[in-house]
């Protein structure tokens, strides 16, 4: 019996094209949940720089791509994981992309060098992570700016109250997922 899992991309450049999952840790987001996602998302994802931490499948990093993004970045610490996503993505002709097998609290427990991510996909394993001390690593390390959308997508509501000045922008509920949209405040 097979534990894999098929996912499409919805829309853009890579529309109708699928992601195969053979790992069963792996949970893509439903295809209602990413409609939302990618309606709220459609103003400024044209040119964007995308981290996809956590990133399973890589189904919101590689629409993201599809949909206008310039580069994504996406970290998944499981080898196997890791495999299948270089297989795909270069099945798909995808060439602007980055793809590291690490832990996503190293890459981000280190301070970033570079410029911020225009966009941040957050979807670690349920009840693996606190959401909030990846939020506040991400602004902490300067992965994340004012200008930096960061996604979300857990089974339990978040609060990010009083955690680098940032509020949800956005959110919403499908079924036992809750996800929404993060953003720092512009006052200091």
Known sequence: MSSSKEVRI???????????????????????????????????IHDSNVLDLFAGSGVLGIEALSRGGTHLTLIDSSPNVHRSLEQQIESIGICNYTNLCMDAFKFIGSKNKKGSFDII??????????????????YKNNWASKTTWVYYE????????GQFGCYIYKESRAGKVYYGLIRQTDRD
Do not use: H
């Open 10 to 44: 919805i829309s853009g450049q890579y529309k109708g094209r699928k992601l195969t999952m053979n790992d069963p840790a792996v949970k893509p987001t439903p295809d209602r949940v990413r409609e939302t996602l990618f309606n709220w998302l459609d103003p400024i």
């Open 154 to 161: 857990t089974n339990q509501s978040i609060t990010t109250e």
């Open 121 to 138: 996909f957050i979807d670690p394993p349920y009840g693996s992570c606190d959401l909030i001390e990846i939020i506040t690593l991400l």
